[in-house]
């Protein structure tokens, strides 16, 4: 049931200014003044019963155009405004989606208006995350203002889930083109050998026979093929470090804006990144707290799941830090995005074959990522962050005309 608060105090000071009246038209022998105070009183009694009564059949509802939106979206939503027989006098939606105030009155009145009315209402969200959108109250009171009754919104919010924004991923390097190259010139599209059997999954149109399970086939599971390491190996993987420190450990820079928001900024780049990757082939994605990466390919079939998994992404000092296991076992790049990059993690991703250490701008200090040592090479701008090649060869460099960063 929604709650209802009743304020009374203009329409009891009414009465008893009423009451008063009448009082003095007795002692004064002035009657007169019966008239009015009978008149006070009785709108002083009946305002608050009108109101409440009128409460009483009256509802606000919200309706939310869609249940996903993206940051910075406008998201629209109508309120659909019931009333009962005895109409709204006089009533006021306070829609806190928005933090607007809106008035309705002759729409909704018992004699000349509609049972129902409409407002649209439009809003964005600048942050990502699961908001509860808690529902609206209604206001009514009676024409004079005397008495007001707020009806609260019953039930549980309803659910928003914004998902971070994405945006193109701008390459550094003039030989980037359309694949994500190895540091051995290999695109990390290209087809592998693989021997070793991770799994089964669903047939895809044009795999070969040899790849198919025929038992499965043979007890009516349908088509169903052989996974193999190789297959996501050798295509980019973007890990998500949400790790990051309240405050700078003693004897650091001090960074700038809030870590909430050098997450947020990790987040959306790794987003950008992962349809990037998507768009040239596929990738896989690994987030805080899972074991084994997510398979994103050219189709996109996984990745609203992952997409909504990435909206919530929460960081701090106790969150557990990426199961990456040993980067140099992967036949593909390592794009390893941290809202705050460990000391250690330069030396963790220089035995991968190709790793990229994506951070936000505000973790830079001299133009490199703060504690990360070793040579490395600015390769990507992508959602307020910087990429970099780490452990790069000089002789790599002085291939593409491009020296190191000591």
């Known amino acids: 049931m929604p709650g209802r608060r009743l304020a009374i105090r203009r329409a009891a000071a009414v009465a008893i200014s009423g009451v008063v009246l009448t009082l003095v038209a007795f002692v004064f022998d002035a009657s007169p003044l019966l008239v009015p105070s009978v008149a006070f009183v009785a709108i002083g009694v009946l305002a608050p019963l009108w109101v409440w009564g009128a409460a009483l059949g009256g509802r606000a509802e919200r309706i939310v155009a869609a249940e996903r939106i993206v940051e910075d979206e406008p998201l629209r939503a109508r309120i ?15 829609d806190p989606f928005t933090g607007s105030r809106l008035q309705l009155a002759g729409p909704l009145s018992p004699i000349r208006g509609g049972r129902t009315a409409s407002v649209h209402v439009v809003a964005r969200f600048s942050r990502r995350g699961l908001h509860s959108l808690p529902a609206p109250s209604l206001i009514v ?46 695109a990390s599209s290209d087809a592998l050998a693989a021997v070793d059997i991770d799994g089964l999954r669903a047939y895809r149109p044009g795999t070969p026979a040899s790849r198919i399970h025929w038992p499965a086939a043979a007890r009516g599971a349908g088509l169903i093929e052989r996974r193999l390491r190789a297959d996501g190996d050798a295509r980019p993987l973007v890990v998500l470090d949400a790790r990051f420190l309240a405050a700078p450990a003693p004897g650091t820079p001090a960074l700038s804006g809030p870590p909430a928001a050098r997450l947020d900024a990790a987040v959306r780049a790794a987003a950008s990144l992962v349809l990037e990757f998507a768009r040239g082939g596929g990738c896989g994605l690994l987030l805080p707290g899972e074991q ?28 557990r830090a990426p199961a990456l296991g040993n980067p140099g076992a992967r036949l593909g790049p390592v794009v390893y995005v941290a809202a705050e990059p460990p000391a250690r993690l330069g030396a963790t991703l220089a035995t991968s074959r190709n790793a990229v250490l994506v951070v936000p701008r505000e973790e830079l200090v001299g133009g490199r990522p703060r504690g990360v040592r070793g040579n490395m090479l600015a390769t990507l701008d ?10 790069v060869r000089r002789e790599f460099d002085n291939r593409r005309g491009e020296p190191a960063v000591a």
């Open 292 to 319: 084994r990466p997510t398979a994103i390919d050219r189709e996109l079939i996984s990745w609203p799941a992952a997409y909504a998994r990435l909206a919530v992404v929460s960081g701090g000092p106790g969150t």
């Open 382 to 391: 992508v959602s307020g962050c910087r990429g970099f090649a780490l452990g």
């Open 141 to 186: 009171r009676d024409p004079l203002d005397l008495a007001r009754v707020q009806t609260q919104g019953s039930g549980p919010g309803q659910p928003l889930l914004v998902l971070p924004r994405t945006e193109p991923v701008r390459w550094l390097t003039a030989d980037r083109g359309r694949r994500f190259e190895l540091l051995d010139g290999h």
């Open 80 to 94: 659909e405004v019931r009333r009962g027989p005895l109409g709204l006098p006089g009533a006021e939606v306070v």
